[in-house]
């Protein structure tokens, strides 16, 4: 067992699969000479060479469409975008190609890429730079969208991404390139719409991701001295949802609260609460709480970027809302 951080850990997990299959390269923006905006791809160009590690010009529509015809062709693209706050770019080859092309080609074309990078609020970087990704792209049939909130989920994910033969959206966040965790030695996966219990409960389910499920585990810990016991669900892949896991844990705690670095309308965690309210409406004893970014433009200013991301106080305070205290 090995202590990596999260850049780290990604990077293993890319270096892995290209040793392991001739098909799999790395392409985007500052990729290989720079070793990564986030250094998330060092030592892969000195290790595979530029024919498996391609820095791409700043044209996400281009380099995007590129990988999608090397992946029709047989190949396992990774596409890292610098933030998914420029993947917009790529939208249409994303959206109108790789997620489309199996189904428009009648099956005859697999589209085997993942498209990576980092998605969501980071810290003071305006309104253009802020933005969580998720409740637009898990909208649009055809693709798998994963993301991790620890380094082993990270490695694991990645690998299992990179080998699934549908387009993976992997959204990973900023903030936490440098966390720490720990990650086995020996090769492992995470089987892509498998969800995990991060901490086991009793009173009430909150359903987080990514960065803010590690504020989340923070408030399980407070409340715990209250003798309020919280249960911590991370979906990890949230298109297709582990539904089996979140109805399990609904109908244990019959109370759940999700928690979410996105805008409240049309979310990740609106389709959660509808899911829940039709299968497990008579497991629940209150109504599902949510937690979202207040609905406005991310500021730039570092106090009030605070006050629109889920707080503490607001998180505490849906959980008790649930138990009616």
Sequence with gaps: MAILTFREALGQAMAEEMERDANVFLMGE????????????????????????????????????????????????????????????????????????????????????????????????????SQAYEPMLTNIPGMKVVTCSTPYDGKGLLKSAIRDNNPVLFLESEMMYGFKGEVPDEEYLIPLGVGEIKREGKDVTIIAWSKVLHKVLDVAELLAKEGISVEVLDPRTLQPLDEDLIFSSTRKTHRVVIVEEAWSYGSVGAQIADRIQKECFDDLDAPVGRVCNEFVPMPYNEAQEERVLPSTERIVAAVKQALYI
Excluded: C
């Excluded at 530029?50 to 990774?78: C, H, N, Q, Y």
């Design 30 to 129: 500052e990729v290989g000479l720079y070793n990564g905006a986030y250094k998330v791809s060092k030592g892969l160009l000195d290790r595979f060479g530029p024919k498996r590690v391609w820095d791409a010009p700043i044209s996400e529509a281009g380099f995007a469409g590129l990988g999608v015809g090397a992946a029709m062709t047989g190949t396992r693209p990774i596409i890292e975008f610098m933030t998914w706050n420029f993947g917009i770019q790529a939208l249409d080859q994303i959206v109108n190609h790789a997620a489309k092309l199996l189904y428009m080609s009648g099956g005859q074309f697999n589209v085997p890429i993942v498209f990576r990078g980092p998605n969501g609020a980071a810290h003071m970087l305006g309104a253009q730079h």
